[in-house]
């Protein structure tokens, strides 16, 4: 199976930069999209940005201009970019992974275990 861990959340004031990490692991056959979502108290999980294997990217309005998203194919990992941190971006970020871990078995979807961001005013 696949296995996410997640690294570079923290408290950050506003206007501020952070760089989240998500590699996977385990047995991999291939990997379609990464991706990061985001929960706030009191709120929905919401996608915030995500990138297919081809590079394309697709991103939440809210953070267009500000956040930008990556993957090394090599490493299996996907990065966050966030720049210009504001107090509405506070929440745990989580990793998404679409991937398949046998050839004869459709993707899965997988999820890291959040990183916890929060960016005081």
């Known amino acids: 199976q696949v296995r996410l861990v997640e690294s570079g959340g923290g408290l950050v004031q506003a206007g501020g930069s952070l760089r989240l990490s998500c590699a996977a692991s385990?047995?991999?056959?291939?990997?379609?999209?990464m991706g990061w979502y985001r929960q706030a108290p009191g709120k929905q999980r919401e996608l915030v940005a995500i990138?297919?294997?081809?590079?394309?990217?697709n991103f939440a309005d809210s953070v267009k201009g500000r956040f930008t998203i990556s993957r090394d194919n090599a490493e299996n990992t996907v990065y966050l970019q966030m720049n210009s941190l504001q107090p509405e971006d506070t929440g745990v970020y989580y990793c998404?992974?679409?991937?398949?871990?046998?050839?004869?078995?459709?993707?899965?979807?997988?999820w890291g275990q959040g990183t916890q961001v929060t960016v005081s005013s």
């Open positions: 385990g047995s991999i056959f291939s990997i379609n999209t």
């Open positions: 990138i297919n294997s081809g590079g394309s990217t």
């Open positions: 998404n992974v679409n991937a398949k871990y046998n050839p004869f078995i459709g993707p899965r979807e997988y």
